[in-house]
């Protein structure tokens, strides 16, 4: 779960004349900073376990899908500006209970995936220090604690301090693919496909991990000063500098590590290769402060959009101790699937790469919504693109397995809540910013 999912301030209308706030390199920044995270430090070695060389198809085609969800959740913030994200994007062409269902799953994948980004930092910490599964489901659940009472004491991460966090990972890994890149070695993509054309797919759903994020980011469309004119220098900034990144990273990964690839830590072993032995240490200081950085300012997102949503029910109170129950509430729920989920994995009943498809699936869900509700309200060439992308998340959904129905299961929990259909415009508002200074 990358930094995958970072939520927006819902933003008031610009009366006539008012400046906007926010350049095109600002806006540039934050749209990148939603892209990036700490995905990046497992995905590429999953998708290389599941295809070998041919997961670079993956990557190619989830760019492409990426460059349509950046269209799409760009129109939808400009038809929509203070929906707030995906939730009321999805409630305004599908209705309240699809919006509802909408943010019920990005909520669940947030549970799911804080206690994942964890395991990751820990997985990078024993590959240095040594340790067994025990060991390293015992550093998880240490980071996931610290990252808890973080967002339960209310601490947030303010706009320089994720721009920073995002600014570390992006650093790392050009120098990873630049001091690994003389090591390239022709002979690493032979056999292309070892495991069949169908792996391309399940390596993509796993990819789809890192892929989210455009439609947190649709929100700061009203922050511009000229919107018409901004957009598609940041929006064409933010997909160049995505591209390089995970293109560069997929390429020296295979070409560089080879079969060695199928690891949990291939930032890891591309720094070691650049680096010598500095290279390992230097991952370990980058996975744990992305971790700790990264989910809290994911956390912190969640509990707003918890608190929104709790009010939103039927006899709720608008009370500031309401609110803060609410919040309290969503993270002992976070705690209690982390230890669940740890529990599962530290037993070896489940693998990084199911533990992976889950807050996967249930994103592709929040995607699948936004993308029907923009095929059926926008039009235009961004209709067909949302169509297409549409289309695409359904056929990611098809290689996402059992996750697909855990995650069908929690979507229609949410769609027969019976505050479902009275979803209002105030509900609608309920994704929420981690990018605002503290």
């Avoid at 910490?125 to 998880?140: E, H, M, N, P, Q």
């Avoid at 869900?365 to 961004?382: D, F, H």
């Avoid at 549409?390 to 809540?417: D, E, K, T, Y």
């Amino acid at each position: 779960m990358t930094s995958e999912q970072l939520c927006l301030p819902v933003q008031r209308p610009r009366t006539a004349g008012e400046p906007g706030t926010l350049s095109a390199a600002r806006g540039a920044a934050l749209y990148i900073g939603a892209l990036l995270g700490p995905g990046l430090l497992l995905l590429p070695g999953l998708a290389a376990a599941e295809a070998g060389p041919a997961s670079i198809i993956a990557w190619l085609g989830l760019l492409g899908l990426s460059a349509l969800f950046a269209v799409v959740f760009a129109a939808l913030g400009r038809a929509y500006p203070l929906a707030g994200g995906a939730p009321g994007y999805t409630a305004a062409g599908l209705g309240g209970r699809a919006g509802t269902v909408a943010g019920t799953c990005f909520l669940a994948g947030v549970v799911c995936g804080a206690p994942l980004v964890c395991l990751i930092g820990a997985t990078y910490v024993t590959d240095l220090t040594g340790g067994g599964s025990a060991v390293r489901c015992a550093i998880a659940a240490g980071l996931l604690l610290t990252i808890l009472a973080l967002a339960s004491g209310g601490m947030r991460a303010t706009t320089a301090a994720q721009l920073v966090l995002v600014s570390l990972l992006t650093l790392v890994i050009v120098v990873a693919i630049a001091g690994t890149a003389p090591a390239a070695r022709a002979a690493n993509w032979s056999p292309f496909a070892p495991r069949g054309w169908l792996s391309v797919g399940r390596a993509a759903s796993t990819l789809m991990f890192s892929f989210v994020g455009w439609e947190a980011v649709a929100p700061l469309t009203g922050r511009f000063r000229d919107p018409a004119r901004q957009l598609p220098r940041v929006i064409g900034a933010a997909l160049a500098v995505t591209t390089i990144v995970y293109l560069g990273l997929a390429i020296v990964t295979i070409a560089v590590l080879g079969k060695a690839a199928a690891t949990d830590v291939p930032l890891a072993a591309l720094l070691t290769s650049a680096a010598g032995a500095a290279g390992r240490p230097i991952a370990v200081v980058v996975a744990v402060v992305l971790t700790l950085g990264a989910t809290n300012a994911y956390l912190s997102g969640a509990v707003t959009m918890a608190r929104a949503r709790a009010q939103c029910r039927p006899g709720a109170g608008g009370g500031a101790l309401a609110r803060q129950r609410s919040g309290h509430r969503f993270l002992a729920v976070v705690a209690l699937a982390g230890v669940a989920l740890l529990g599962l994995y530290g037993a070896r009943l489940v693998t990084t790469a199911e533990l992976v498809g889950l807050p996967t699936a249930l994103f592709l869900i929040v995607y699948l919504g936004c993308t029907l509700a923009a095929a059926r309200t926008l039009r235009g060439a961004v209709r067909a693109c949302a169509a297409i992308a549409f289309a695409a998340v359904l056929v990611l959904l098809a290689f996402c397995g059992w996750a697909l129905a855990a995650a069908a299961v929690v979507a229609l929990a949410a769609s027969m809540r019976r505050w479902a259909p009275s979803l209002s415009y105030r509900c609608r508002m309920c994704v929420r910013t981690m990018f605002t200074d503290t």
